[in-house]
């Protein structure tokens, strides 16, 4: 998590418990793109790797809503919203996913839309 921060994002708040105490927060705490790497690596792991997933497409309303400690467990869930069939290609399908990602004792973390190209 704090080699993420170092690389990427370092703000104090994600490399320092003492500037973060200072913020509010317990401790440091995860980079919000670091806490979305998290859910997209859950997401190939358990879901697109068996999956007809062709490429994503976009995301949407990308929020986070608590932050991510060290130590904290991650399990991320995901629902189907919309599909159709691709206008430029029929054997391909657009599906619109919302997926959420949640601490272990089930407050959620962060929360988007996704949009997915697969194959029909």
């Known amino acids: ?66 932050p991510v400690y060290p130590g904290d467990e991650l399990s991320v869930r995901h629902e189907v919203v919309s599909t159709r069939v691709s206008e430029s290609n029929p054997e391909q399908g657009v599906v619109v996913r919302d997926v959420e990602l949640f601490r272990d004792g089930g407050e959620a973390v962060c929360s988007w839309t996704v949009t997915i190209l697969m194959a029909r």
């Not at 997401?43 to 062709?54: I, T």
């Open 1 to 66: 998590m704090t080699a993420f921060a170092e690389q990427f994002d370092p703000q104090p708040m994600h490399l320092d418990p003492e500037v973060a105490r200072e913020k509010g927060y317990d401790d440091v705490f995860a980079s919000g793109l670091h806490t979305v790497g998290v859910g997209m690596r859950l997401l190939v792991e358990n879901f697109l790797n068996d999956s007809s997933n062709l490429g994503g497409l976009g995301m949407d309303d990308l929020s986070w809503h608590a």
